[in-house]
């Protein structure tokens, strides 16, 4: 009578949504100032000034039909004429509007984007720790995932495990760089070399494999690293943007899927997109955020608060004792259990109000991923917390 697998998804939600409700309720029960919440990653750092700024000014100054009216399907052409401006500028990437499509998020250009580009029996590659939806989104869209461990010790890429796992069906492997759950950077020489990697693997197998570069969190970068631009490095990219992050705008649903001008058969490539859109219902992004980011492009959310939120809490944690993977950029931190069962150490983080995300479902073992895009006074208010913690597993 119904799908099955839809019902399933539909009665189990994520384990990050999941922590994130029972937060709500615990905050109900006994006060938010009492829940330590690292749960969800929702910006804390509201949207610049100019975003507020640039839709007050459309909204008094737009005629309502174009405000709130459509826009072509893969959105608006002066909207996307900007987009490929700023690429070009910043990356030194020849883009230009016809292969860039406006989407609702990150979520909507990485489903599209697998869906334009799988056929039965394909394999997608995720290197994990990945976000727990890319498996939803790849299953969905008809491919295998096919999980490769990162190097346990700084969560790189492991090159020996990445080209055992690469087939003659793979077609395609994600990037998330900065990276969710760990805030780790992939550096340049290992982008040279995983793309030196699939482009000996293409001539191998005869047959275009892809890079999808998921991209939400570019601009947060605390070290003065750089987040390589894979379509300076490899032909057959795509990048899924999301404004969600940068500027603080999760909840509006605003990005874009950019096809390199040199991947094959780029035209007919960027028609699968608008194809998979179509299909999938999703045409014309929001009107009025596309309006609003396309004068918002050189702007970003006040980041030193996550710079300074970092801070505070790795030098806490590694103070008490704990393990973390120091992050570059985003707004997370992968900390190793104090034991082998993360689920296990996420239970009894909640006796101290705790509310930290096991790492099963981002792929690996033995880590709690901390969002810590919270108030700053909320990090500091949690080390008692978390030095009981530890104190409690020492006193096993």
């Known amino acids: 009578m119904i799908s099955e697998k839809m019902m399933q998804l539909g009665k189990k939600s994520s384990i990050i949504r999941e922590i ?3 937060g709500k309720k615990r905050k109900a029960e006994i006060g938010a100032e009492n829940v330590f919440d690292f749960s969800l990653g929702n910006p804390s750092v509201p949207a610049p000034q100019k975003v507020t700024d640039v839709m007050n000014k459309l909204i008094a100054e737009t005629p309502a039909e174009l405000l709130h009216g ?3 399907a893969p959105g608006d052409l002066n909207v996307r004429n900007k987009i490929a401006e700023y690429i070009n500028n910043k990356f030194g990437v020849k883009a230009n509007a016809g292969l860039i499509y406006m989407t609702c998020g990150a979520a909507a250009s990485l489903t599209i984007t697998l869906n334009a580009i799988v056929e039965d029996g394909d394999e997608v590659i995720a290197l994990a720790p990945f976000f727990p939806e890319y498996r939803v989104f790849a299953e969905q869209a008809g491919a295998k995932l096919v999980v490769v461990a990162c190097k346990k010790e700084d969560l790189q890429i492991d090159f020996d495990a990445l080209e055992k796992a690469i087939t003659p069906n793979t077609k395609a492997i994600i990037v998330n760089s900065p990276n969710n759950p760990s805030g780790v950077i992939i ?3 290992d982008v040279i070399a995983l793309t030196d990697l699939l482009k000996e693997k293409q001539k191998e197998y005869n047959k275009e494999i892809f890079v999808i570069s998921d991209e939400p969190y570019r601009e947060l970068v605390f070290t003065g690293e750089m987040v390589p631009y894979i379509p300076c490095y490899y032909n057959n990219t795509f990048v899924c943007y999301s404004y969600s992050k ?3 705008l999760p909840g509006e649903r605003i990005g874009y899927i950019f096809v390199s001008p040199d991947m094959k058969d780029a035209g007919d490539v960027y028609a699968a997109i608008c194809g998979s859109g179509r299909a999938l219902g999703y045409v014309c992004a929001p009107s009025l955020m596309q ?4 004068e918002c492009l050189e702007d970003t959310a006040d980041i030193s608060i996550y710079e300074k939120n970092r801070k505070i ?5 590694t103070e008490i004792g704990y393990t973390v993977i120091k992050p570059d950029g985003a707004f997370y931190m992968f900390v190793k259990a104090l034991e082998e069962d993360a689920n296990k150490f ?7 109000e705790l509310l930290l995300v096991p790492s099963d479902s981002f792929g690996v073992e033995g880590f709690v991923r901390i969002s810590y895009c919270v108030d700053t006074e909320l990090i500091e208010r949690s080390i008692p917390a978390f030095k009981s913690l530890y104190e409690d597993y020492k006193n096993d």
């Open 20 to 22: 994130f409700e029972y």
């Open 246 to 248: 940068a500027l603080s």
């Open 291 to 294: 309006y609003t980011i396309s």
């Open 187 to 189: 550096p340049e020489k």
């Open 346 to 352: 996420y239970e009894r983080a909640k006796k101290f």
């Open 70 to 72: 459509y826009t072509s």
């Open 313 to 317: 809490l790795y030098d806490a944690l």
